[in-house]
């Protein structure tokens, strides 16, 4: 299939009010032609004495087909009647282009009003105070590199290299680390990464302490994790679950877990939007990291640009009379958990803070249902 039967088709599912265009590569005509804007100087090519160049649009439209889908290369060579190094070629350019120019509009790196508005976001949504994001990591399936040994091999029997992130409110990423191998868990990628060091050094630009309502004690911004992850005066972890807990403390657990349970639905709601990683892929290790940066950057402009459509209430986990109602994407997800549990011993600075926010929690910064959600035995 020529590059320009490629555009008809995508110019007839356009016409059928953007439905069609979306099945096929998950955003309508208008989304389309804004990334070609952005990246076609990266990846359009020129014309030459012997043949036409592919077009950029059609260019995107086979890597966003690609990406949807999980096809395999020769699949798609067969589908669009293009060579199979040409079909990778053009994939390979794509996405990392896609990285390249929509990181820095849509993965901004926050700034310090744009974490105060995330942290507002958690309050209005999640009811978390002073949260500025959740972190969690997931096991993106690859096959078995060569030479690699048990490297890659994760504590789910499986290959895999592990996606880090940290997600705000809206199941949007705002940080991303992509690559360690499966065999790791998520307290040294932690530790490891940029985001973690920059968290520890505290070079992160995050607002001072400050109050919350009806309480004078002075709270800090924080990240939550789950048990995988060190607790750390910026970043609270739950309470042991294994270990008797009071009613205080599993109070606290449950309104951490509501507020973290947002990156775990960022990562469900991007492994059934983008199939390709429902596979094991079978490429290069710098190559499936590009992958994966595009499908999160690719669902941040999705969400962005069109949120009802790519955050649909029936996908994501939500709650019910003090019950938690699983997400559909539970049912299909291929990104699996990638933390074993923390054995990071906390500093008492660390330690009181979960202190403050637990008593507060119970106290004055209670919400009506949380009672009832602990008593069904949820935490």
Not at 5 to 34: F, H, T
Not at 48 to 75: C, F, Q
Not at 140 to 148: K, T
Request: glycine share 6%.
């Amino acid at each position: 299939m020529k590059d320009d039967a490629i555009l008809n088709v995508v110019e007839e599912l356009g016409k059928k009010r953007g439905r069609g265009c979306v099945q096929y590569m998950l955003m309508d005509k208008e989304q389309l032609d804004s990334i070609v804007t952005l990246i076609k100087a990266d990846i359009q090519k020129q014309d030459t004495v012997m043949r036409p160049s592919i077009l950029a649009k059609a260019r995107l439209a086979v890597t966003l087909r690609y990406l949807v889908t999980g096809n395999s290369m020769a699949s798609l060579s067969l589908c669009y009647r293009m060579g199979r190094s040409t079909i990778s070629g053009i994939i390979a350019q794509t996405y990392q282009a896609i990285w390249k120019n929509l990181q820095p509009i849509y993965m901004k790196p926050p700034e310090k009003d744009d974490f105060y508005a995330i942290a507002r976001d958690f309050y209005e949504i999640w009811n978390f105070p002073h949260c500025i994001g959740a972190i969690d990591g997931k096991h993106c399936r690859i096959q078995c590199p060569a030479n690699s040994g048990s490297d890659f091999n994760n504590f789910h029997e499986f290959h895999s290299i592990v996606l880090m992130a940290v997600a705000d409110a809206h199941y949007k990423f705002i940080y991303v680390d992509v690559g360690a191998k499966g065999k790791e868990n998520d307290s040294s990628i932690f530790a490891r990464s940029g985001f973690g060091a920059a968290l520890r050094n505290a070079t992160l630009p995050i607002r001072d302490p400050s109050s919350l309502l009806n309480s004078e004690n002075l709270f800090p911004f924080i990240f939550v994790g789950d048990e995988a992850f060190p607790l750390l005066k910026n970043l609270m972890r739950p309470y042991p679950r294994y270990s008797s807990l009071t009613t205080q403390q599993r109070i606290f657990n449950y309104r951490l877990s509501r507020a973290r349970r947002v990156v775990e639905n960022a990562f469900g709601i991007m492994s059934v939007k983008f199939r390709i990683l429902r596979s094991s892929i079978n490429c290069k290790l710098d190559t499936m990291d590009h992958i994966v940066k595009a499908t999160c950057v690719l669902r941040n402009f999705l969400i962005t640009t069109n949120s009802s459509r790519y955050s649909l209430s029936i996908v994501v986990d939500r709650e019910v009379d003090g019950n938690i109602i699983p997400g559909t994407w539970r049912n299909s997800s291929f990104l699996q958990p990638s933390g074993n549990l923390s054995g990071n011993a906390a500093s008492p600075n660390a330690i009181q803070v979960r202190i403050m926010f637990m008593e507060y929690f119970s106290g004055p910064g209670a919400v009506p249902w949380q009672n009832l959600s602990v008593q069904n035995g949820l935490f």
